[in-house]
Structures are given as structure tokens and as C-alpha cells.
């Protein structure tokens, strides 16, 4: 195609290698052109936090990176979460701990759960109300959507064995 980039991504462990164009967002890329709907778009200028996606470990709007610059980084998506069936266990305590309604904003959320517990493996409430600040969401409150953030820590630290 004419005026197409080549791109690689490491795209939730998978390496993929695409032919863009200049003006093609990281979040249709992933969705469209890759399938991974579980990155949605909320309101297209980086405010909502439902695109968000991992690159490179740090936590970014995919509705405001360019595909172009996402090349040669590594991305984690909803989807890279999992490990077949066996869900991530922040995946999990949002289920458990009731912190999904109508779920639009649940992978962003979930996704700067990571970041975070990546970062602090043992944060406090005004830590993760912080680390998830850039996260709207219209359904829960947010109260079940800490506690499920407090929750994966615990689990987090029960599986490394810290407790």
C-alpha cells in the first residue's frame, strides 16, 4: 500500500508485523486489525482510560499513541492477561469482589490494576484511588472496583509466597 509503514509489535507475547498507515491508531490496530476487542474506546482523546493498554510495563491510551510509535514495544492487551483459561488473579478478584457492571471499563481498569501492582505490590487506598484516577467509570461507584484492586494485591502476595 502506498504510504504504509512496516511495523512489529510484540502483541501479548505474540510477535506481529503489520503495514500501517501514518495516521492509524494503536487501539485500531489491535482492534481491527488484530481482533483484540477488548481494548475499547471510550472517548477518543485519552480522558476515559477504556483504551488503555501496557506498553513497554507503563500504561498508555492506545486511542492517542500512533501505531507508527508503538513499533518494536511490547504490548499487553485484556486478552494477554489470562493464561488459557486460568484467569489473571486481578481478573479474578474484579469478579469476586463484584467490580464489573456493565464492564465497558473493566479491561482499562483492570489493566491499571497492573501497572500499578507491578510497581507497588502492597499499596494503599489513596495509592490505587491515584494509580486509577485516569479511569472513568459510570456503573460500580469505584468502591468494589478498590476493593478488588486491594484484594489482587493480597492474592498477588499469596502466590509469591510473601504471606
Known amino acids: 500500500m502506498v504510504g504504509t509503514k512496516r511495523v512489529r509489535l ?6 506481529r508485523e503489520l503495514e ?19 481494548t475499547k474506546e471510550g472517548c477518543s482523546t485519552g480522558d476515559c482510560g477504556a483504551c ?15 501505531a507508527l510509535s508503538a513499533d518494536g514495544r511490547d504490548i499487553v492487551t485484556i486478552e494477554g492477561l489470562s493464561s488459557g483459561d486460568e484467569l489473571h488473579p486481578i481478573q479474578q478478584a474484579f ?8 464492564g465497558f471499563c473493566t479491561p482499562g481498569m483492570i489493566l491499571a490494576a497492573k501497572a500499578l501492582l507491578d510497581e507497588n505490590p502492597n499499596p ?6 491515584q494509580a486509577l484516577s485516569g479511569n472513568l467509570c459510570r456503573c460500580t ?5 478498590f476493593e478488588a484492586v486491594q484484594a489482587a494485591a493480597a492474592k498477588l502476595k499469596l502466590s509469591c509466597g510473601e504471606l
Open 141 to 145: 461507584g469505584y468502591v468494589k472496583i
Open 10 to 15: 510484540r502483541v501479548n507475547g505474540d510477535e
Open 95 to 102: 469478579i469476586e469482589c463484584g467490580a464489573v457492571q456493565c
Open 20 to 38: 500501517v498507515q501514518p495516521y492509524e491508531r494503536l487501539i485500531d490496530v489491535l482492534r481491527y486489525r488484530l481482533g483484540l476487542t477488548g
Open 52 to 66: 488503555s493498554v501496557l506498553m513497554d510495563g507503563k500504561l498508555v491510551p492506545s486511542c492517542l499513541v500512533l
Open 124 to 129: 494503599t487506598l489513596e495509592e490505587i484511588k
